[in-house]
């Protein structure tokens, strides 16, 4: 776990990374052509979570340089790091990936506005105690007007969705819909336009992907979601499919997550990938086999992505494993590092870079 003077460190990054970086020099392993590049034939994006932390390491600030044209924090514009005092805002750790992102030619996306979690401690019960909408509508104009005209596209209500809770509209039973009940969600929506109207606003979420009775539902909930904000006039321009997939567990149902995306772009709404990873735990112990079976399910989930004209950005959470941890002691024991990202911890292409890649290729143009 990364600490938050970790997160709030390494703020002189504004330099933009030379061509001639160890990691691109003649010897180097690759797979081919950067996959920022590959995207951009197709007229898409792809891109990053990252973090002030990692980018402390020349080699992994070279990587991300070449792979990725879009960067989105993976924690510097969450509400607990950003004003973790009621009315005391800090935007500085993201100011500076904005930087290093502007220096090397990048879009930069936000995430997020209004979630149930990372939310600074006071705020729960501030929450519950709130008079009004303001308790979140005056951040969400603190935050968005930070970056206003910066910003490619903003995650403004990230999983408001769980089926578990038994609510028939498949809500998640959080403080904010305690307190706001569902117009929270609309009237995030309206303030995040009102502070920065040129931003794609993004409704973000988890377990789409897989044939499992838990997505299934999630699914459905996600679209009457979705048709319930259209219907209020509410100004939400994309669905955000995080793409948190299995190697070895449940499969993609391909014809599942494509009749899904179908409904969604059937609303006139862009498809993001902003998440995705591929956990390899609880199979095979042989790295050659583990790297198969993650680029095999990555490929598999992205051929359907891409095959929607939709769709218009690819984000990976992370583009490394240097800095993932084994998820139980036997992995630790007997697998190590987990292999979930693009990169190794070496900073070389792993089988999901090829997977990806390929998928690129055979994307559709926009």
């Known amino acids: 776990m990364l600490t938050r003077r970790a997160a709030l460190g390494a703020l002189g990054l504004a330099v933009a990374v030379p061509a001639t970086a160890a990691w691109l020099r003649p010897g180097a392993r690759d797979d081919g052509a950067p996959l920022r590049s590959l995207a951009a034939q197709k007229g898409l994006l792809f891109g990053a979570a990252n973090n002030n932390y990692w980018l402390k390491r020349d080699d992994f600030a070279a990587a991300f340089a070449r792979d990725c044209a879009i960067l989105v924090p993976e924690y510097e514009l969450k509400r607990d790091l950003t004003e973790p005092s009621p009315g005391t805002y800090d935007f500085s750790a993201a100011d500076a990936l904005l930087a290093f992102s502007d220096?090397?030619?990048?879009?930069?996306?936000?995430?997020?506005?209004?979630?149930?979690?990372?939310?600074?401690?006071?705020l729960d019960a501030a929450i519950l105690n709130?008079?009004?909408?303001?308790?979140?509508?005056?951040?969400?104009?603190?935050?968005?007007?930070?970056?206003?005209?910066?910003?490619?596209?903003?995650?403004?209500?990230?999983?408001?969705?769980?089926?578990?809770?038994?609510?028939?509209?498949?809500?998640?039973?959080c403080a904010w819909l305690k307190r706001f009940g569902p117009s929270y969600i609309a009237r995030a929506f309206g303030a995040a336009h009102a502070a920065d109207p040129g931003a794609l606003l993004v409704y973000n979420e988890y377990g789409l992907e897989s044939d499992l009775a838990g997505h299934d539902a999630r699914r459905r909930a996600v679209l009457k979601l979705l048709e319930s904000l259209l219907a209020q006039g509410a100004p939400v321009g994309a669905l955000g499919l995080q793409g948190h997939i299995t190697a070895f567990g449940a499969p993609i149902d391909q014809k599942k997550l494509a009749a899904f995306l179908d409904d969604v772009r059937g609303m006139g709404l862009a498809i993001l990938v902003t998440e995705h990873d591929v956990d390899d735990g609880d199979g095979a112990l042989d790295i050659a086999r583990r790297d198969r079976a993650v680029a095999d399910a990555s490929r598999r989930m992205l051929d359907v992505v891409l095959d929607n004209p939709a769709t218009a950005a690819v984000l990976t959470w992370g583009l490394s494993d240097l800095y993932l941890e084994p998820q139980s002691a036997r992995d630790a024991l007997l697998r190590g590092i987990p292999r979930k990202l693009p990169l190794d911890a070496a900073m070389r292409p792993t089988a999901m870079h090829g997977a990806i890649a390929q998928a690129l290729k055979g994307a559709r143009e926009r």
Request: cysteine-free; glycine content about 8%.
């Open 103 to 122: 220096a090397n030619g990048m879009r930069f996306r936000g995430h997020p506005l209004v979630w149930y979690a990372s939310n600074p401690p006071w």
């Open 130 to 173: 709130a008079r009004d909408e303001r308790i979140f509508t005056d951040y969400i104009d603190k935050a968005a007007s930070q970056y206003r005209g910066r910003m490619h596209s903003w995650d403004v209500v990230n999983e408001a969705i769980e089926p578990a809770d038994g609510r028939a509209d498949g809500l998640r039973d």
